[in-house]
DNA sequence: GTGGTCTAGACCACG
DNA sequence: GTGGTCTAGACCACC
C-alpha cells in the first residue's frame, strides 16, 4: 500500500484528522467502535504505537473514549460531535482568509478568486 | 517581542512565508536588499541561524540571491516573481477547497461558507 | 447504569475495596455470603470475569473462602477481619501523609489543612 | 540506581508529579529550564520516550513549556503555578477523607485518626 | 545538543 | 483480543 501520509505533519494527527473527517462526514457516529489500535495499524500501514498516539490524542479532545479491554470509541456525547464540525470549519476558513488577506487580496477578491478556482477544475 | 510563529510548522519557512507575501504585496521588489541575516533574527526574535537557514531556502526557489559581502538580495527575475503570485495563490486555494471537500461540502457549500464567514467578521 | 469505576486503578481492585468497605463498615459479617459472580456483575455493571478476579483477590488475602457449588463467603477467621481495619486504616494515613510531606507540608500544616477541609464542606 | 517508582502507577506520571512537588516546594520556579530529555532519562533512569511523555503530559497541562532546540521550561504563567498547589492538595485531602468516610469514620475520628498517627510516627 | 516522531518488539492488565 | 506502558534505537528538525 502506498504511503497515506504527507510528511509535513506528524502522522498520528493525519490519523486522526482522517477520523474527525469521517465523523462529520456522519460516516461514524456518537458510540461507535473505531478499529481497534492494531488492525488500524495494519489498515494505514504504520506501527501500532502511533495509532495509540492518535487515539490518545482523540480521547484527550473528548472526541473518543476507550475502554480497556473492549475497543475505543467514538464519543456518546453529540455535542462535543456537533462542535467539532463547526470548530473544524471555521479553522480552515480561517486559516484560508488569513492567508488570503496576507498576500493582499481584499473579500471580493477571495470570492472572485474561489469562484474561478472552483469553475476551473470542473469536469 | 512575543513569539511570533506557531509550532506547528518550522520557524524558517514562516519566515520565508513573510517575505514571499512582502513581494508578493509589493512591499519587496526586484532587486531589493534583504535586512541583513543579523538585522532579521533581531526584528522577528529567532536565532540567526533560523534566518540562514530562511534565505538558503529562498535562494533554492530562486527568489532571492545572496552576493558575497553584500547581502541578500530579492531576485531581477520578475517571472519568477510573477510566478510566485500564482503559484501561491493556487496553493492556498488547492488546500481549501480539498480540506472542506473531505469534510464533505459540496462546490456550492464552500462558496456560502465563506461568504457567511467573511459576513460574520465584517467589521 | 453508569460507570462507578476510576480508570486509574483497576477496577477488580475497586471492586475489592468495596468489599472490605462493606465488612468494615460491619454491613458484612464474617460468614455472610457474598453475591454470586454473575449476580455482582450485573449490579456494578461489569464482566463476570472481573468480580471472578475480585474473589479471587479476596480469596488470596483469605477475606473470603469459595465452597464449590455453594458460593463465595466472607471468612469465618475474626481476627483476619478485625486486622484488615487497622491495616487499611493505616495505609490509607501513610498515603496521605506521606504525599502532603512531598508537597512540604509541616505536621501542624497537615492537620490544620485536614481541619480546614472539613469545615468547609460542612453542610 | 534502584528504581524509584511503584508499579502501580505509570512511570511517566509519577515523573510528572516529582516535577510538580518540586514546583509546589519552590525548587523549580516559573520560567526555569526542566533537565534535557536525555539528561532526565539518565537521572531518573528510565528511557528518554518515558520522559519525553511525561515533558509531553506537563504541557498539556500547561505547566511546562517546550521549545524546540531550547529546552523545556516551567511556565512562566504564575496563576497556573498558584493553581496547582492549591488543586493538588484538595484532591490530597478529597481522597483521604472520602476513604476515611468509607471506613464508616466519622470527622472527629478521621481528625483523631491523624493525630495519632503523627504521633507514633514522632522521633 | 534540544525536543519530536516513528518503528519494532516486549510485556502487562483487563475482559 | 483489547488498550497501555516501556524500552531500544533510529532519524529528523531546529538552534
Do not use: C, W
Not at 493525519?14 to 462526514?25: P, S
Not at 473579500?107 to 477544475?121: C, H, P, T, W
Request: charged fraction near 35%; aromatic fraction near 6%.
Amino acid at each position: 500500500m502506498a504511503d497515506l501520509f504527507h510528511s509535513s505533519k506528524p502522522i498520528y494527527e493525519q490519523i486522526a484528522e482522517l477520523i474527525k473527517k469521517q465523523i462529520i462526514r456522519g460516516e461514524l457516529h456518537a458510540g461507535d467502535k473505531l478499529p481497534s489500535v492494531r488492525e488500524m495499524a495494519i489498515e494505514v500501514n504504520v506501527n501500532p504505537n502511533t495509532v495509540q498516539r492518535t487515539y490518545r490524542e482523540l480521547e484527550s479532545m473528548e472526541i473518543a473514549r476507550s475502554k480497556r479491554g473492549q475497543g475505543t470509541f467514538v464519543t456518546e456525547d453529540t455535542e462535543v460531535l456537533a462542535a467539532i464540525r463547526e470548530e473544524m470549519k471555521a479553522e480552515i476558513l480561517q486559516n484560508f482568509t488569513q492567508q488570503m488577506y496576507e498576500m493582499g487580496y481584499s473579500k471580493e477578491e477571495i470570492k472572485r478568486g474561489l469562484a474561478d478556482f472552483l469553475k476551473e477544475r470542473e469536469d
